[in-house]
Structures are given as structure tokens and as C-alpha cells.
């Protein structure tokens, strides 16, 4: 019976510290989710700068030079500039509620495998007290 009490109590202890590393590992997932959602033009990588109009278009100059392609005019740039940049916003937003999702999921089973493995060491350190 100690044998069988000392083995439970054992995958208790794993389970306990696998839950805290995972609680640490998601919420450093969420921050990192909820940082970029507050900037979501400088979050990720993305092949284009679209921090500003006049970065957006040297970068399509530079690219249409080197392939000698049709420059098309600052309207045309313009409203490829708002369509990327909106793009890339709800591309952002899509991407930072996924994790904030799957983060705060994942970290609240673990607070719960957490709470029940804790009392089961808990329950058999008392048994083992009073034996």
C-alpha cells in the first residue's frame, strides 16, 4: 500500500510541475498576443514596411525597378497601401485572438489539473501522518 501511495503522490509532483512550466509557457504566449494586438503593424514579420505611405512606396519603387515592371501612380499606390495595411491589421487581430484563446485555455485545465493534483498529494501526505 506504501508502494502504491508513493507512486500516486509521484505522478502528482510531474503533473503539479508540467502544469506550472505549461501556465508559464501560455502566459508568456498571451503577453506576447496581447503586445502585438496593441501594435499590430509592427507585429510579426510581413514582406512589406506599412508603417507609413512613404516606406510602403520606396519599397514598391525598388521592387518594380529591379523587374522594370509597370509604376503605378500615387492613387493606385495609395489604395494599395490602405488595403495592405488592412490587411495586415485584421490579419493581426485574427492571429493575437487565436492565442489569447488557446492561451487562457490552455492555463485555466492547467490551473485545474494544478489544483487537483495538488490536493491529492495533499490527501496521501495526510494519510501518511496519521499511519
Known sequence: MEKKQKA???YAI???IISVITILISLSSL????????????ANNYELNLT?????KMEILKSTQKDQAYIPNDQTLHKMYEDAKADKINLTK??????????????????ILFGTHWWI???I???QLKN
Open 94 to 111: 485574427h492571429q493575437t485572438h487565436r492565442t489569447i484563446v488557446v492561451s487562457s485555455l490552455i492555463t485555466f485545465f492547467c490551473i
Open 31 to 42: 503577453v506576447s498576443a496581447l503586445i502585438d494586438r496593441g501594435d499590430p503593424l509592427y
Open 8 to 10: 500516486i503522490q509521484v
Open 14 to 16: 510531474i503533473i503539479c
Open 121 to 123: 498529494i495533499k490527501k
Open 52 to 56: 507609413s505611405f512613404e516606406n510602403f
Open 125 to 127: 501526505s495526510k494519510e
